[in-house]
Every structure is written in structure tokens, then in C-alpha cells.
């Protein structure tokens, strides 16, 4: 192999720090103000920011929480299903979309993955419902939207709830088959987001939301974020103390101005990945879905053999090209989640993906030099 040029600049996988040093003052000033107010729970940045997203989301409910995973647990809370209802969610996610439904005594019910976009696959889905089923979780991974339209007409069928954990989507739209568009996360019952700071839209510290465009459903849940209360020191509801900080808030209200140009530019990038790869044989871009628009949390490429990834991935480190491996252990093959009784072969997309997905960088500061230096080392790689 032919020894590479050094990187135009040292290459990171995510880039806070320049990304909110361009922003410092306006960061800045939302500390400062926070502090003068000393406001620092339930503050009127919350409500502010919740408003503010609300609208960019184009009109929904926003509940705040304290980070994703709680507003996972305060969604299925909120649907007040009975134990052992079974929750349906995909087995190639995050570990919380699992976590929240077996710390509420529901019963996780997996099932497989599309290969192509790396989401719940529907038909799955629907072979998998019982009567026992309470709400289907559906996750839209990496940043672009599972199949919205088919997993509404499966959740109105059966009469349970859809959850949408947007968590890597914000800001992604999915177009329904009668032309109507709807923002990520707006379009089941609930809708669930994290503000983890390496997300599209980061806090300085963690954070989530809910989204609903039932009011009195958005008035429950943000009941049960506030220790169930209904007014102070009435409480209605067994709940949780999860609410998201004054100081998060204030912050994210500034990060939520930038979010735009943010998805855009890791969009710019996404795309000349896409034409400089599409043609190496062995290595697969990320599957569009043509309904969707992908908001590239992350830019995930597939090889067939893990050896094959493994080998590449160390060959990216030795060029100074940093990557990530989301996820290598579906969630069934967790230890926490034996319990469950899933055995290895039963996902084997989601087996398959964990051995072969590669995530390259695309944070939104990435320079040109930078994104021509990684395919110039992944061609050299594959001998382009
Ligand atoms: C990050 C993430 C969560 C959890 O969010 P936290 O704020 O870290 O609790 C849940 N689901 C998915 C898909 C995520 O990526």
C-alpha cells in the first residue's frame, strides 16, 4: 500500500470545541444571563426553547426532560400499559430504546432491520404484534426516518401507540404517499429526542425532550417529568424528577439558530462521500430512502466481512482517519438482556450489520481537504 500524505489537519470525529467557539459570544451571553436570573430549574429558558423547537418542528408540543433515555421511559410512563405489555422495537439500536420498556416491567419484543437503511423492518413489525403488544418503538437510525407511513397504518390497525425515537433525527422530514410531509418525531403518538452533547442538536451536558400533538397528552407528560405533580405538592401521578436544566436550555436555544446550517453541511458531506464511494465494490454508502430526508448523525458504510471492517478501521486510525463502530453487539447479544431468551442467528441483519457498519466522520466542520484526504485514503485502501 502506498504510504499517505499527512491528514491537511488533524482529523476529528466530532469537533465541539470549534464548533462553539465560532458561537462563544452568543454561548456566553446565555451563561451569563442564566446566572443573573438564577433561575436554574424550570427557568424561563425552558419554556422558551420548548416553544422555539416547537415551531421549528412545525407546531408540535414539546415536552423537555432531562436526556433521552428518560423521555423514552416517560413515553411508554405516559401510555399507563399494563405489565408484561410487550413493547416492539428494533434489535440494531441504541441500548435505551431496550432499556426504558425492561425497566418499566414491559417486555422488549425484537425484531430485525433493513439492511439498505439500517431501520425496523415493517413487515417484522407486524408479524410480531400480539394481543399482548402495547406500542411499537421505532427508531430513526443514523439520521434518517424508518418507514413512517407503513408503521402508522400497522399501529392504527392494531390499535397500539407509535413511538418515534428521534433521538439521531432531528430536523429529518418524511413524505406520505399523499404529499404531506411531517418533521421526524411529529408523526407517531409520541415522539422522543436527546440533547447528548455529540448529537445534531448537543447540549453542554445532557438533555431530552418529548414531542406530541396532543395537548393533553403533553400536559401528562410533563406531569410525570415533574414527580407526577399536577400542581405543587399535588401529585396526581407517580413520576420522575427529570427535568432539563435552565442552563441547557438557555444554551440549546442558541445551538437551535445553528441547527440548520449544521444539517446542511454535514448534507454537503454526506453527498461527495456518496460520489466518491458509491463505485468501490465491497463497500456499501448508506441506503436513501427516497420518502425521507437524512440528517447524518452519522455517515455509516457497511463491508461484508467484520474482519474485512476491522481491518480497515485500523488502516483509517494509521492515516490519522478517526471512526467509530455504532453498533457492534445488537442489543439481544447483551448480557443485561439474555433474560429475554433471544439466541445468535436470530437477527441476522442486525448480527451482520454489527460486524460489517463503519462510521466515517461527518461533523459539520469537516473542511474539503479533510473529506478528499479520507476517501483518498479509503480508495487507497480498496487500490482505486
Ligand atoms: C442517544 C440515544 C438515546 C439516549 O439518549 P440519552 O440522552 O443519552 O439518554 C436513545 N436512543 C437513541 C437511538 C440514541 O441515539
Redesign the pocket.
Given at each position: 500500500m502506498s504510504i499517505l500524505p499527512a491528514p491537511p489537519a488533524p482529523i476529528h470525529f466530532l469537533d465541539l470545541r470549534a464548533e462553539h467557539t465560532l458561537i462563544q459570544e452568543e454561548l456566553d451571553a446565555a451563561v451569563r444571563a442564566t446566572l443573573a436570573e438564577a433561575a436554574f430549574i424550570q427557568g424561563p429558558a425552558v419554556g422558551q426553547f420548548a416553544e422555539e423547537l416547537g415551531s421549528y418542528l412545525g407546531g408540535t408540543h414539546v415536552v423537555p426532560c432531562a436526556?433521552?433515555?428518560d423521555a423514552?421511559t416517560l413515553a411508554l410512563m405516559s401510555l399507563q400499559l399494563p405489565p408484561g405489555a410487550e413493547v416492539i422495537l428494533p434489535a440494531f439500536?441504541?441500548v435505551?430504546?431496550l432499556e426504558a420498556a425492561a425497566l418499566l416491567g414491559l417486555r422488549p419484543v425484537l425484531v430485525d432491520v433493513r439492511p439498505d437503511t439500517f431501520n425496523i423492518e415493517v413487515a417484522a413489525v407486524e408479524a410480531a404484534i400480539t394481543p399482548r403488544t402495547g406500542a411499537i418503538i421505532a427508531?430513526h437510525l443514523f439520521g434518517q426516518c424508518a418507514d413512517l407511513e407503513a408503521l402508522l397504518a400497522v399501529a392504527a390497525q392494531h390499535s397500539v401507540a407509535l413511538i418515534e425515537?428521534n433521538?439521531?433525527a432531528i430536523g429529518a422530514t418524511f413524505q406520505f404517499s399523499s404529499g404531506e410531509t411531517a418533521f421526524a418525531g411529529t408523526v407517531g403518538e409520541i415522539g422522543t429526542t436527546?440533547f447528548?452533547p455529540s448529537?445534531n442538536l448537543g447540549a453542554m451536558g445532557?438533555g431530552?425532550a418529548l414531542f406530541t400533538r396532543d395537548p393533553a397528552r403533553a400536559t401528562l407528560l410533563r406531569q410525570l417529568a415533574n414527580h407526577g405533580q399536577s400542581q405543587k405538592y399535588h401529585h396526581q401521578h407517580i413520576g420522575l424528577n427529570s427535568r432539563l436544566d435552565t442552563l441547557q436550555a438557555a444554551l440549546l436555544r442558541v445551538k437551535l439558530q445553528h441547527l440548520p446550517a449544521a444539517t446542511a453541511a454535514r448534507q454537503a458531506v454526506a453527498a461527495r462521500y456518496d460520489a466518491a464511494l458509491a463505485s468501490i465494490p465491497n463497500l456499501f454508502i448508506p441506503g436513501r430512502d427516497a420518502r425521507s430526508s437524512h440528517v447524518f448523525h452519522q455517515y455509516t458504510v457497511t463491508l461484508t466481512e467484520a474482519d474485512q471492517r476491522d481491518e480497515l478501521r485500523h488502516f483509517l486510525q494509521r492515516c490519522g482517519v478517526p471512526t467509530m463502530v455504532y453498533y457492534y453487539l445488537p442489543v439481544h447479544a447483551q448480557p443485561a438482556y439474555a433474560y429475554l431468551g433471544y439466541q445468535a442467528g436470530q437477527f441476522p441483519v442486525a448480527e451482520q450489520l454489527g460486524g460489517g457498519v463503519l462510521s466515517l466522520p461527518i461533523h459539520p466542520l469537516l473542511t474539503v481537504a479533510q473529506q478528499d484526504y479520507i476517501i483518498e485514503c479509503l480508495c487507497t485502501y480498496f487500490g482505486r
Open positions: 436526556n433521552g433515555t423514552l439500536t441504541y435505551a430504546t427508531v425515537d433521538a439521531q436527546s447528548f448529537k445532557d431530552g
